[in-house]
């Protein structure tokens, strides 16, 4: 079972994120900020995050930079930004700080669940093949 | 400037004086040089004079010595024919020597002969003239019989014998001389005793007086009875003592000549050096006032230039603080407007996304859709929906307030029901946050705009409920004083610092610590303008961590004083 946690300040958004990776067979997990998702990594270990940018507490950037410098084991989780600030210099930002992608809304969910798919695939072939060794 | 003139008209005055003090010591000097020369020159004069004089005094008895040391003069002066020794011893004497009158006494003192200018005078006429005569014959008899009464060999010769003097005769200085008539030769000889004395007057007249002239070389000397100041003179003495008159010339000044000679020279030439120097002096003068004109004209020049350049340099320094300054304003309204352009299309993209999520959630689940999920996400479309347009509907309004062309509908007004609703509302969007209110002391109603007044409280709201993520009390209080309504809507969110609440209300502005929360920063300028508007204000408290709190204070008779003034 892959748990995808999702990250953002609005509740409509974070709810029918959830219901698409529902039914897309995930499980999933909420967050309302960048402070709470941290809590929930820890605590969860989710195989991927789904993170908004603009966000109070603890923005999206923020969390991505407090896994990069003080929980390297995390790092390797794969983290896709997906926020409404389309601006190049937040793109670059995000995918500097390690993120595995970077998806504007309004949310294109063939996209997302594409990447998730994706991240997914992954995910499982690593599990196989470390299964094998 | 005009010290330096006055310097050198004192400088000029000074060469002047000292010029006419050197043309005063030199003729000064010259003045003393020419009075000594003069009195040296005079000292001489009156020698020659006084020399001729004695000269002429001298001359008659060495004149008449001619005529009384004569052998024929001895035999005839008693015997002889009396045409003869008239001749000789008179009219001759006065032909050749200018003897004026002669006498002759005999042995006995009788007058024997007197001869008057040359012309024989019987002897009864001679009179007034006889006394002075008569002395001296009688000084020379008594020589004579001094001389016969001694045989002493120390006694003169008898032509040795005879007396001289000055006197006064008929008012006129006259030489009077007498002598005896004695022998020239051995062949003659004379018993003392037995001599005749001639006697020679000869007036000093104009002729003694033109011989005395040749002799000093002085041509006016004139035998004056007065003495003249405007002439010099020497006294004619008396031998017995008294003046009789005055030998006076017009001295001859050689001193007073030269200087007279020299006068119009020193005098032009003084004048000359004067008119050089005052000339020179006005030179300098004209050239210290030029000098002086054009140093001052450059000193004006000079402040004038650095006063130009002085305003200049201010005037350009002022305009590059006004580019600066408007430069600052315009950068920090292209700050503002990138930052609002920015978020506002991130707060239209946060709803239109959930918009889209659904439809995309609907669409995808068609096949499956039961209609409480199709509610569900109809509900959650029109929230957002709702929410854009709130959004819309807030910078619409902004652009409205900010141009002026609000206009206030004011009615009477639940206040509290009003602050209700709005913190329904927000309970309704935001469940996590819980609003407590105390609205019991609150009036009736005030005079208000009902739409104006809800946005003010939604937008307070909804800022307490974002910036306070992690503190669900919201607490709204009201009061009221005097004739104010106040409503204080307090969180425990993360505050802001000091330094933002000065700039809170600005539009666009926000405060940092709103980083990464969504929003416009134009929510707190529409509060602001609308509460302006209803002549009330808005105050905040917040410190960073702990919390803010704004108070909104409205008139409860409402904004009369401000829609007069929007109006106007």
């Known amino acids: 079972m892959i748990t995808v946690l999702c990250i953002d300040d609005e509740a409509d958004i974070r709810e029918l994120i959830v219901e698409e990776l529902v039914d897309a067979g995930l499980a999933a997990l909420e967050a309302a900020n960048g402070q709470e998702g941290l809590e929930m990594i820890l605590s ?10 603009s966000m109070p507490v603890m923005d999206g950037h923020q969390l991505l930079a407090e896994i990069q410098v003080n929980h390297p084991e995390l790092s390797n989780i794969p983290f896709i930004l997906l926020t409404a600030l389309t601006d190049k210099e937040n793109v670059l930002t995000g995918l500097r700080a390690g993120a595995a992608d970077y998806l504007t809304k309004p949310i294109d969910f063939d996209l997302l669940m594409a990447k998730i798919a994706g991240c997914v695939t992954r995910i499982e072939n690593d599990r196989t093949a470390g299964r094998a060794l | 400037m005009q010290k330096d003139i006055r310097i050198t008209s004192h400088v000029t005055l000074v060469l002047t004086l000292l010029t006419a003090m050197a043309a005063v010591l030199i003729a000064g000097f010259m003045w003393m040089a020419s009075a000594k020369v003069d009195d040296l020159s005079l000292t001489r004069q009156r020698g020659f004079v006084e020399h001729g004089l004695d000269e002429q005094v001298k001359a008659v008895p060495r004149e008449l010595e001619s005529v009384t040391t004569w052998d024929d003069a001895v035999l005839f002066a008693p015997t002889g024919p009396r045409q003869w020794v008239v001749y000789n011893l008179g009219t001759w004497m006065y032909d050749y020597f200018g003897h004026d009158r002669t006498y002759v006494f005999d042995p006995q003192d009788a007058l024997a002969y007197v001869v008057r200018e040359g012309k024989d005078i019987p002897v009864s006429t001679f009179l007034n003239d006889e006394e002075p005569v008569t002395a001296l014959r009688e000084a020379v008899r008594a020589v004579l ?37 004695v022998p020239s030769s051995e062949k003659i000889s004379l018993e003392p005793g037995q001599e005749y004395i001639a006697v020679a007057v000869k007036f000093l007249d104009a002729g ?8 000093a070389q002085l041509d006016k000397l004139h035998y004056s009875a007065e003495a003249s100041p405007s002439y010099a003179a020497i006294p004619v003495v008396a031998s017995s003592g008294g003046t009789l008159g005055y030998l006076a010339w017009e001295p001859i000044r050689p001193g007073l000549m030269l200087i007279k000679q020299i006068v119009p020279a020193g005098v032009t030439g003084i004048a000359v050096a ?38 200049r340099t201010a005037e350009i320094e002022r305009q590059r603080e006004e580019l600066d300054r408007l430069l600052a304003q315009e950068r920090h309204v292209n700050a503002l407007q990138r930052q609002f352009v920015a978020m506002a299309s991130h707060e239209f993209r946060t709803p239109l996304a959930i918009i889209d999520a659904a439809a995309q959630r609907l669409h995808r689940t068609k096949t499956v859709l039961k209609p409480e999920y199709v509610a569900e996400k109809s509900a959650q479309i029109r929230s957002a929906v709702l929410r854009m347009v709130d959004l819309m509907e807030s910078i619409l309004s902004a652009g409205r307030l900010e141009t002026g062309k609000t206009t206030l509908k004011p009615e009477q007004l639940h206040l509290a029901e009003v602050i209700e609703r709005c913190c329904t509302r927000q309970a309704e969007i935001r469940k996590s946050h819980i609003f407590h209110q105390d609205l019991s002391k609150l009036p009736g109603t005030i005079l208000a705009d009902r739409a104006a007044i809800e946005q003010v409280f939604t ?4 800022n307490a409920v ?15 004083k005097k004739d104010m309504s106040f409503v204080s809507i307090a969180d425990n969110g993360i505050g802001m610092d000091a330094e933002d609440l000065p700039k809170l209300f600005q539009p666009y502005y926000r405060a940092r610590s709103a980083t990464g929360i969504a929003g416009t920063g134009i929510g707190l300028n ?16 917040s410190t960073l961590g702990k919390g803010t709190t704004f108070t909104v204070a409205l008139p409860n008779k409402g904004p009369f004083a401000a829609i007069s003034k929007q109006a106007a």
Not at chain 2, 466 to 480: F, G, L, N, S
Not at chain 2, 526 to 541: A, N, W
Request: charged content about 25%.
């Open chain 1, 44 to 53: 969860h270990w989710p195989d991927i995050v789904i993170c908004d940018i």
């Open chain 2, 145 to 181: 019989r001094k001389r016969a009464a001694s045989a002493d060999t120390a006694q003169p010769e008898l032509n040795e014998i005879s007396a001289t003097e000055i006197v006064e005769i008929d008012n006129r200085p006259a030489v009077v001389s007498a002598r005896p008539i």
């Open chain 2, 208 to 215: 003694v007086v033109d011989k005395i002239a040749s002799y």
């Open chain 2, 274 to 311: 004067m008119g050089v120097v005052i000339f020179l002096g006005h030179g300098l003068r004209r050239t210290s006032i030029a000098l002086s004109k054009s140093r001052l004209a450059l000193m004006r020049h000079r402040d004038e230039l650095e006063e130009t350049v002085r305003l």
């Open chain 2, 459 to 462: 937008n307070l709201l909804s």
């Open chain 2, 466 to 480: 974002k910036y306070a993520p992690q503190a669900p009390d919201i607490r709204v209080r009201a009061w009221t």
């Open chain 2, 526 to 541: 529409i509060v602001k303008q609308i509460v302006d508007l209803h002549g009330g204000s808005i105050s905040v408290e």
